[in-house]
């Protein structure tokens, strides 16, 4: 398995970009955030990132793509505006 993948609004995408991460998506509704979660799946992607309020309103989605496999782990960030505490971070 290979590198970082981001789902994120514009201003946390366009960070991790900055940052390298060649695979930064930009998504504005969950819709758009279950696409390109499931156009991620099966690639090469170790650890693919989404902002809080986009992985609170796609856990199903989110189960369904990982349930059973050890690759891609989710990992949920807070985006712009969200609280940055550790306990709302691992309550998905």
């Not at 970082?4 to 995408?13: G, S």
């Not at 955030?33 to 499931?38: D, I, K, M, N, V």
């Amino acid at each position: 398995m290979g590198g970082i993948a981001v789902i994120a609004d514009r201003d946390t995408a366009t960070l991790f970009k900055l940052a390298g991460v060649g695979a930064s998506i930009v998504v504005d509704s969950p819709e758009e955030a279950e696409r390109a979660l499931g156009s991620l799946i099966g690639k090469d992607f170790s650890v693919i990132v989404l902002t809080r309020r986009l992985a609170q309103s796609i856990q199903q989605t989110i189960a369904k793509f990982t349930r059973g496999k050890k690759y891609p782990v989710v990992v949920v960030i807070p985006g712009r505006g969200e609280p940055a505490d550790y306990e709302s971070s691992c309550k998905i």
